[in-house]
């Protein structure tokens, strides 16, 4: 019984890393070059320096990653997204670029506890835009 829930319990964790390692893993294409560009610079943000809270990396590779994100803002909709998704994906847009300037002022003078936030912030929301990419 207690195996069964421990089962239970953790298979929604297991599905939500499972998609989550699918949009990061190294060598996923995605459909826009932008989006491209963006994640070759998070990724090992996401994946090495944040694990071990390594804050000056993040600190030192904000502006390339902001340089890369004002492209996805400044792209806006691509071509080939889905009619159902083009309202979500501009107020996704929108999200994205509070994020980033967000993270922008934390990377430069806020603490580590402040840019943490503002960084998975942007994290997140880049896995939002990227999840409505035309396949």
């Not at 030192?60 to 009619?83: F, Q, W, Y």
């Not at 967000?102 to 942007?122: C, E, M």
């Amino acid at each position: 019984m207690n195996r069964l829930r421990l089962i239970s319990f953790l298979a929604p964790a297991f599905f939500a890393l499972a998609t989550v390692a699918a949009l990061a893993a190294p060598g996923h294409e995605f459909s826009v070059k932008e989006y491209n560009e963006f994640h070759e610079v998070l990724h090992p943000l996401q994946h090495e320096a944040l694990p071990k809270n390594d804050f000056a990396t993040i600190r030192n590779k904000s502006a390339e990653l902001i340089m890369h994100g004002r492209k996805i803002v400044k792209l806006g909709v691509p071509r080939g997204t889905e009619k159902e998704k083009v309202a979500d994906f501009k107020a996704g847009l929108i999200q994205f670029n509070k994020a980033l300037t967000k993270f922008r002022t934390d990377a430069k003078s806020g603490t580590n506890a402040q840019l943490k936030i503002s960084y998975s912030a942007v994290h997140d929301t880049f896995e939002t835009l990227a999840e409505m990419l035309p396949r």
